[in-house]
């Protein structure tokens, strides 16, 4: 088993446990969450018989003070992690007229500064190893948009040009920077949709079904392991063909 660490932000339900419980069968996992409480010491009951050990810490990524005072805590404790998965993220959708200052603002530092809060701190480590990887969960919102969502499809459009100016820069080190884009994911929300939306939403995917967290777990796990070394500055769409 590798024995190297990585670092998953939001990692306490949906597409983020899945990647906790995906990735610790081969690394060791620290994650994220807004608060720790009963989700995510669920998560780390669940990866307790998988090899990697898990390690649950509470930090908003949108608050600079917490993500600079984990950042620290992490490097002097484990050193520099191979890889970054920027997973935390939130939508609050709305029309765009009727978005407030607070909830698009809410949006940009959840979605996109916390991405430079802890790039700033761990990306100088992992250039002095010369090797290791971030992937950006972006999302075919960026690509493509989607009506409700402007402040979330401007941060994960942004994360794909943030991608590809800095995979150039980080090129020299060995560390290689790509996005995955998700498309529709089997979530929560849709679980609580009425059946006729889902339904709905299922005929706009060619392959006439929902991705599942697992998948892109595993699609991500693709991104950071040797099997993509020569992969960099990329986005990797997951969706089924929706954007076909």
Known sequence: MNRKWLL????SRGIGRALVEELARDWNVVF???NTGEASQAVVDACAGLPGWVEAYPCDGSNEEQVNVLAQQLLEKHGAPHAVIHNAGITQDGLHIHQTAETWQQVI???LNAVFYWNRHLLPAMIMNGDGALVLMSSVTGIKGNIGQTAYGATKAA???LCRSLAPELGRFGLRVNCLAPGII???MTEAMPPAKLEAMRKQVPLKRLGTPLEVARATAFLIGDDSRYMTGQTLVLDGGLTA
Not at 8 to 11: P, R, W, Y
């Open 109 to 111: 530092n959840t979605n």
């Open 8 to 11: 998953i932000t939001g990692g």
């Open 32 to 34: 994220t969450c807004r």
């Open 186 to 188: 089997e979530s929560e």
């Open 159 to 161: 994360m794909i040009g």
